[in-house]
Nanobody
């Protein structure tokens, strides 16, 4: 399974760094994705990164503000979030998508996932 951490309460314009670590398997050979779900809304794919880190994807609403990266030595994937907005408020999940491309990733069929970490952006 995957374990997310790093969420919390932050003011608009602030920053958070989310972490995704694997338990029971090695993360380095998997593409990893972050998706989020706000109360009463559908899941939204936020970002993904391939196993080699050569390809990344960001949904338009976070481009220029979020950065996904991975440290395969530490078997951890990060999502650095800057200039946070109230509309970024959601539970953020990491998962292993069937694939990650420059144009996105499928939300269905993910093999491993976590329980999520709550990000609240509010003054």
């Amino acid at each position: 399974q995957l374990v997310e951490s790093g969420g919390g309460l932050v003011q608009p314009g602030g920053s958070l760094r989310l972490s995704c670590a694997a338990s029971g398997f090695t993360l380095d050979t998997y593409a990893i994705a972050w998706f989020r779900q706000a109360p009463g809304k559908e899941r939204e794919g936020v970002s993904c990164i391939t196993s080699t880190a050569r390809t990344t994807y960001y949904v338009n609403s976070v481009k220029g503000r979020f950065t996904i990266s991975r440290d395969n030595a530490k078997i951890t994937v990060y999502l650095q979030m800057r200039s946070l907005k109230p509309e970024d408020t959601a539970v953020y999940y990491c998962a292993t998508p069937r694939y990650c491309s420059a144009t996105g990733f499928p939300l269905e069929g993910m093999q491993y996932g976590g329980k999520g970490t709550l990000v609240t952006v509010s003054s």
